[in-house]
């Protein structure tokens, strides 16, 4: 049966160029020998920078666990540029970037980790406590590159994140965005212009007088709403 793989290799005068699409490996690379050899020796086929394009839903954690590890312990730098998705197991391989750049358009998604389990309650509580373990091995590789904390990592798998490339940015899941020119803003000013705006559309709201309920004069309100800028 041949081998449908989920990746494949340019090579052009500027280097390598790695491309994984679709799910991370339809089936389980747990047990397989043949599958990670393979995409090992293509890894290491050349040498130099490589460029890894990621448009994934996810997939298997083994698999992207593994992968994870190959692009860490690759001797060039790995640059990941992420143009339309990097979901579950597959921002667990962007983490490997030696620097991640995502589109303006693309997304990045975290949870928690999945699986199907029968059998009694001590089965069950096998099942959990293994999920619990492969969350934490999930927390190392974005700790490593956020520096979040464990719990806000955590919490925020807990609750399925979304990120756009701003966000990513943000949070240090990625480096830079895509076809972002130097002088550009940092997220971070666009983030605090954001809530200025907010601020003096309610400052131009309010009254310049005093509030016959509350006693608060437009002054002060003005005061206290300016120290969120």
Known sequence: MKLKKFWNWTKKEAGRTLFLNGVISEETWYGDEITPKLFKDELHQGAGDIAVWINSPGGDCIAASQIYNMLMDYKGNVTVKIDGIAASAASVIAMAGTEV????????????PLTVAFGDENEMEKAS??????????????????????NELSLLMDKETWFNAKKAVELGFADKIMFQNEGDEMVT?????????????????????????????????????????
């Open 101 to 112: 750049h995502i589109s303006p358009t693309g997304l990045m998604m975290i949870h928690n």
């Open 129 to 150: 406590a293994m999920l619990s373990e492969v969350k934490e091995s999930i927390i190392n590789a974005y700790e490593l590159r956020t520096n979040l904390s464990r």
């Open 189 to 229: 000013e666009a983030t605090a212009y954001s809530h200025m705006v907010a601020v003096n559309s309610i400052l131009n709201k309010l009254p310049k007088r005093e509030n016959a309920l509350s006693g608060t004069s437009y002054k002060e309100l003005s005061t206290r709403l300016n120290l969120l800028k």
